[in-house]
């Protein structure tokens, strides 16, 4: 792969972005080498995303790729970058975007699809496509809208202004600032690959299930999952632990 390299720190996979002569402008191609790391990511519990460089995470998506688009050229790449983010959200294992830098258009749409956002001092998020006479097509309208509200998120994709580190926490867009904020990601990717694995991923799903959902059905979808927790192993072993007074050895099954 030219821009995607994925490493293994024990149960944890990091995905570094790395394309730094564009800031880790997303392209097409780098997209499908993002899509197909997604599906290679072996026995991982969490993912920690980044991008290469002391000044990007994700730039946006590719302005000198998408300025001589015509239509139908623009919606197969939105299409394409959507179907993307889709699968990134839907994954089964908790993801950690540590936003080290730019965050802008595509790259805070990339980063709103990922479970948690941890972002360093020098960390700017915004989606700017409005200065650039286009509208966020990553999902950027849905997801800001979900993850800090529809009010404050319609300030920012109406002006398209930067947001600093500071700010991203103050409203909700990132969980906490952290000086060393790849080792932060990590040390919560560890954290979440120590419970039992199957648990971590049946309650990610219930909490993607339950998304837009009303209370009800996203109860009714919560009540299964935590039946299907009682199918195993990890179940046994976490409540056997506990009633030992010892650490539980979980398997992920
Ligand atoms: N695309 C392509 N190249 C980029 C880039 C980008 N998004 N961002 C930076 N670069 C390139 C610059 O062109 C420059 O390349 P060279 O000139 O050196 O060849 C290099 O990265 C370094 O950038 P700067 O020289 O500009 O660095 P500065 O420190 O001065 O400024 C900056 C950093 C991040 C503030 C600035 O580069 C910047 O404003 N970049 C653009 C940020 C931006 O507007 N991002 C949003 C992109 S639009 C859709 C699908 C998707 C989207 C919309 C619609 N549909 C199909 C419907 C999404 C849109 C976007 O994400």
Same mark, same amino acid.
């Given at each position: 792969m030219n821009y995607i390299h994925v490493e293994h720190r024990g149960s944890v996979a990091i995905l570094t972005i790395s394309?730094?002569?564009?800031?880790?402008?997303?392209?097409?191609?780098?997209?499908?080498?993002?899509s197909t790391a997604l599906d290679s990511l072996g026995e991982a519990?969490?993912?920690?995303?980044?991008?290469?460089?002391?000044?990007a995470f994700v730039a946006g998506a590719d302005i000198a790729e998408m300025r001589d688009f015509r239509s139908v050229e623009a919606v197969d790449f939105a299409a394409r970058g959507q179907r993307t983010l889709e699968k990134l959200e839907a994954l089964?294992?908790?993801?950690?975007?540590?936003?080290?830098?730019?965050?802008?258009?595509g790259g805070c749409e990339l980063a709103l699809a990922c479970d948690l956002i941890l972002c360093s001092p020098q960390a700017v998020f915004g989606l700017p496509e409005v200065s650039l006479g286009v509208i966020p097509g990553f999902g950027g309208t849905q997801r800001l809208v979900r993850r800090i509200g529809s009010h404050r998120a319609r300030e920012l994709i109406f002006t398209g202004r930067?947001?600093?580190? %500071?700010?991203?926490? /103050? *409203?909700?867009?990132?969980?906490?600032?952290?000086a060393d904020v790849l080792s932060a990601a990590l040390a919560l990717g560890e954290q979440i690959a120590a419970n039992g694995p199957v648990a971590v991923r049946l309650a990610k799903r219930a909490v993607l299930d339950g998304d837009g959902a009303d209370l009800r059905s996203g109860q009714l979808a919560?009540?299964?999952?935590?039946?299907?927790?009682?199918?195993?192993?990890?179940?046994k072993e976490g409540m056997g632990a506990f009633l %030992?007074?010892?650490? /539980? *050895?979980?398997?992920?099954?």
């Open positions: 394309r730094p002569k564009a800031l880790n402008a997303l392209n097409t191609e780098l997209l499908q080498e993002f519990r969490a993912l920690v995303i980044t991008g290469a460089g002391e000044k089964a294992i908790p993801t950690i975007a540590a936003v080290n830098g730019f965050a802008l258009g930067r947001v600093k580190a %500071e700010e991203a926490v /103050a *409203i909700g867009l990132a969980l906490r600032q952290e919560e009540r299964n999952l935590f039946g299907l927790c009682f199918a195993t192993a990890d179940q %030992e007074r010892r650490k /539980a *050895i979980f398997q992920g099954q």
